[in-house]
């Protein structure tokens, strides 16, 4: 079961970018996956949830109406587009999955699988 998540970079204020997190060993069937991020200096925050058993998704205050989060059923990947990046979107993202939970609890679960970090640094 792996998690393999990408995309990240450096970006302008106002810039754009998608990150991807491609699942391999399981289908995405049944699994709340998201993104989590952490700041430097800063605690690991859950920003962004996709429900693959109803397609529900769920975004923390902070990132709603500039991050959407998508799954490609055939690539066994979820994305994340962020939109309008801000200078405090600045961290280290990480895709994560847990089976069975629901999104609520998702974003401040501890989840089963994760992926390894992409650093997203928005600077001008």
């Known amino acids: 079961v792996q998690l393999q998540a990408s995309g990240g970079g450096q970006v302008q204020p106002g810039g754009s970018l998608t990150l991807s997190c491609a699942a391999s060993g399981f289908t995405l069937d049944y699994y709340a996956i998201g993104w989590f991020r952490q700041a430097p200096g800063k605690e690991r925050e859950g920003v962004s949830c996709f429900n693959t058993r109803d397609s529900s998704t769920y975004y923390v205050d902070s990132v709603k109406d500039r991050f959407s989060i998508s799954r490609d059923n055939a690539e066994n990947t979820v994305y994340l587009q962020i939109n309008n990046l801000k200078p405090e979107d600045t961290a280290v993202y990480y895709c994560?999955?847990?089976?069975?939970?629901?999104?609520?609890?998702?974003?401040?679960?501890?989840?089963?699988?994760w992926g390894q970090g992409t650093l997203v640094t928005v600077s001008s």
């Open positions: 994560a999955a847990t089976i069975g939970l629901k999104c609520k609890y998702f974003i401040d679960s501890d989840p089963d699988y």
